[in-house]
């Protein structure tokens, strides 16, 4: 994104829930992701994303500071999925999707594996 560009013409600003809605499709098109999982964050995780109260409740949490982007992203993945592997996956394609869509800078994807779910279809 240039930003020069914005600037001489105006701003530009993006939402939370756009980044959101990226993050959260990118999420659910990788193999062994069952789901998201709405849950609301504790202060235990970031005292930080308590203060939003739009994310409470919801399965990703976005917090924009300075130009940099912290995602958060809660999901469920079915039996037999490495989660290592997974959630790995989830980091990378997650950061480089909001990074090429938005043109802001993601500084940290955190993945809460919240459950695994037994499903026949996927199993099989």
Not at 58 to 70: Q, S
Not at 89 to 100: C, F, Y
């Amino acid at each position: 994104m240039d930003e020069n560009n914005y600037k001489q013409n105006g701003s530009l600003k993006i939402s939370e829930e756009v980044i959101s809605t990226i993050a959260g499709l990118t999420t659910s098109e990788i193999k062994g992701v069952a789901g998201m999982l709405l849950r609301p964050v504790s202060s235990e995780l970031n005292p930080n994303f308590i203060n939003n109260k739009k994310s409470i409740g919801k399965a990703i949490h976005v917090l924009v500071r300075d130009g940099e982007v912290i995602i958060n992203i809660f999901v469920n993945l079915y039996i037999g999925a490495k989660i290592p592997e997974t959630a790995s996956e989830i980091q990378v394609r997650v950061k480089e999707a909001v990074q090429n869509m938005t043109g802001l800078t993601v500084s940290k994807v955190n993945v809460h594996i919240s459950g695994i779910i037994i499903d026949q279809t996927e199993t099989q």
